[in-house]
């Protein structure tokens, strides 16, 4: 089952995707995870990559692609896989669609957690994240079992500042400007499925479930 997580920022997908990780066995890629990986490796794609960010430019999309579709090669993704933060633009979107056809293969589904505004504010300033693991939790919502030691590996969480609520607008613009169209992509290829991550976690997971284990939910044909 191959996935692509689709929503703003704060729309709860980090959160959904180690759930879905665990429940159905498939590995939960980000790019941010990539990049620490490759840059922590050495590899030929992470020095590219270092180069790129020690002068402080982005890393060009099609280094991107070359970093994720070598992640997508490992053995542990040969069940499927599931995406976060990637494809962010139409031109990534694209080139994986053409390395997966090229294998006979393509998305199954790109599920679109839906949100507004308002709501992402709120919890996004609620946010804590884990920078030795990557763990994800929320003061509001789904804090850690111990106050600000991350539950896996026990190390402080913190608040990133692209959490807060200044740096969240500028970041929700981006999205709207840039990583939205991705929407419209999916919807025109019926992989499109959306998913209201307002609701309670446990809601939430209730449709994710319905989806991957119903009839109607995730398609695996081309």
């Known amino acids: 089952m191959k996935i692509v997580l689709l929503g703003a920022p704060g729309a709860g997908k980090g959160t959904h995707a180690q759930y879905l990780s665990d429940k159905y066995d498939l590995p939960h890629i ?3 995870d990539i990049f620490r990986a490759n840059l922590k ?4 794609l992470g020095q590219k990559a270092k180069a790129y960010m020690d002068r ?8 991107t692609v070359d970093l994720v579709l070598d992640r997508l090669t490992r053995p542990d993704c040969e069940k499927g896989f599931i995406l976060d933060g ?3 633009n139409l031109s ?3 080139a994986l669609t053409e390395a997966l056809w090229e294998k006979g293969q393509a998305i199954d589904c790109a599920l679109h ?5 308002d709501v992402i504010l709120a919890r996004m300033s609620g946010r804590r994240v884990c920078p030795s693991c ?9 804090p850690p079992k111990k106050e600000g030691i991350c539950d896996r590996c026990g190390s402080a969480v913190i608040q990133r500042e692209d959490d807060k609520p200044e740096t969240v607008l500028k970041r929700l613009e981006v999205y709207r400007e840039q990583t939205e169209p991705i929407v419209a992509y999916y919807r025109e290829m019926g992989r499109e499925i959306p998913v209201d991550s307002a609701a309670s976690i446990e809601e939430v997971r209730r449709r994710l479930d319905q989806i991957l284990e119903g009839e ?7």
Request: with cysteine.
């Open 86 to 88: 990637f494809p962010r």
């Open 216 to 222: 109607n939910g995730c398609q695996s044909e081309i």
């Open 113 to 117: 957690f839906t949100i507004s505004q």
């Open 30 to 32: 980000s790019t941010g």
């Open 134 to 142: 990557g763990a994800s939790y929320n003061v509001n919502g789904m």
């Open 56 to 63: 402080g430019e982005l890393v060009p999309d099609e280094l």
């Open 41 to 44: 490796e050495g590899t030929p």
């Open 92 to 94: 990534q979107a694209d």
